[in-house]
């Protein structure tokens, strides 16, 4: 069987998926169609239902929830794995770290990584009054920092490695809000199948994709040319922090605590009223 599988050119989902699609694990019969596509255009295919698997925001999911159903493995949560809202004047970044209900923060034009980001959803939570928004893609916020097209960014994936180096400033890391108000990781993004599936093409899919993660965790250095060809002129240290930050026991599987915090945030969202509810289950 053949499959379509949308993820991320980010090292943290080439790590992921190197042994799965280049046949280092068991697919148990399996083939996949890979496309790669920021993970804001993959929110956008999956609200079209184009793809029989696909990495999405978990913010996202509320949305293509009654197609896709998620999967145990593959996800990104954890500790310290926030999205970072940053600046170009460190004054204002000073100023908005103390006090983010300022009257300043309204007029503030901001670019995100998608609408329907996770990232963005967190920025709702911490900075309501911020509306002036413009969608760009997530590697392009920073340079827009810097030429002054924007006066606030909001960076995911391996940004946040780079924004000190070009002179850029943190406001406040979502992540570490979120922790702080709930005591659980983060959800970023998970894997999510097609509900019409049938239940047990879902679960090999789970395996397979468990597998290929535990596969990479033990040998991490074995994709690393796959992920390297996909990383832009990413560095290899900078590759391989990313997915230290990314892929980890949530990755391989989600467990209780990482169901718990799924559902902490969908019940978070629920009651703002900012995603439709769902009497769907949210997990395999």
């Known amino acids: 069987m053949k499959l379509s599988l949308g993820f991320s050119p980010c090292p943290n989902d080439t790590f992921i998926f190197d042994a799965l699609i280049h046949h280092k694990v068991d697919t148990e019969g399996l083939e996949f169609d890979v496309l790669y596509e920021d993970v804001e255009t993959l929110n956008q295919r999956a609200f079209l239902g184009e793809l029989a698997i696909t990495k999405l925001s978990y913010h996202a999911y509320a949305y293509a929830v009654e197609d896709y159903v998620l999967l145990n493995a593959g996800s990104a949560l954890g500790f310290g794995v926030g999205p970072l809202l940053i600046c170009k004047d460190p004054e204002l970044a000073a100023q908005l770290s103390t006090d983010a209900q300022s009257p300043t923060v309204a007029g503030l034009k901001i670019g995100i990584p998608g609408k329907y980001t996770t990232a963005n959803f967190l920025l709702g939570l911490a900075f309501p009054e911020l509306e002036n928004k413009q969608?760009?893609?997530?590697?392009?916020?920073?340079?827009?920092?810097?030429?002054?097209?924007?006066?606030?960014?909001?960076?995911?994936?391996?940004?946040?490695?780079?924004?000190?180096?070009?002179?850029?400033?943190?406001?406040?890391?979502?992540?570490?809000?979120?922790?702080?108000?709930?005591?659980?990781?983060?959800?970023?993004?998970?894997?999510?199948?097609?509900?019409?599936?049938?239940?047990?093409?879902?679960?090999?899919?789970?395996?397979?994709?468990?597998?290929?993660?535990?596969?990479?965790?033990?040998?991490?250095?074995?994709?690393?040319?796959?992920?390297?060809?996909?990383?832009?002129?990413?560095?290899?240290?900078?590759?391989?922090?990313?997915?230290?930050?990314?892929?980890?026991?949530?990755?391989?599987?989600?467990?209780?605590?990482?169901?718990?915090?799924?559902?902490?945030?969908?019940?978070?969202?629920?009651?703002?009223?900012?995603?439709?509810?769902?009497?769907?289950?949210?997990?395999?």
Do not use: C
Request: hydrophobic share 40%.
């Open 135 to 284: 969608e760009m893609v997530f590697s392009a916020i920073e340079q827009a920092l810097l030429d002054g097209t924007i006066d606030l960014g909001l960076i995911i994936h391996e940004n946040r490695f780079t924004y000190e180096s070009k002179g850029l400033h943190k406001i406040v890391d979502l992540g570490d809000y979120w922790e702080k108000a709930t005591h659980s990781p983060i959800p970023l993004g998970g894997i999510v199948a097609k509900r019409d599936l049938s239940e047990e093409t879902k679960h090999k899919i789970d395996r397979v994709i468990r597998r290929s993660v535990e596969f990479a965790l033990k040998n991490p250095k074995s994709g690393v040319d796959f992920i390297r060809s996909h990383a832009q002129e990413m560095s290899e240290t900078v590759m391989y922090n990313h997915i230290e930050l990314y892929v980890n026991r949530f990755s391989v599987s989600l467990g209780d605590e990482g169901r718990s915090a799924i559902h902490t945030l969908f019940e978070r969202a629920w009651a703002l009223g900012v995603v439709p509810k769902t009497s769907k289950p949210l997990f395999l």
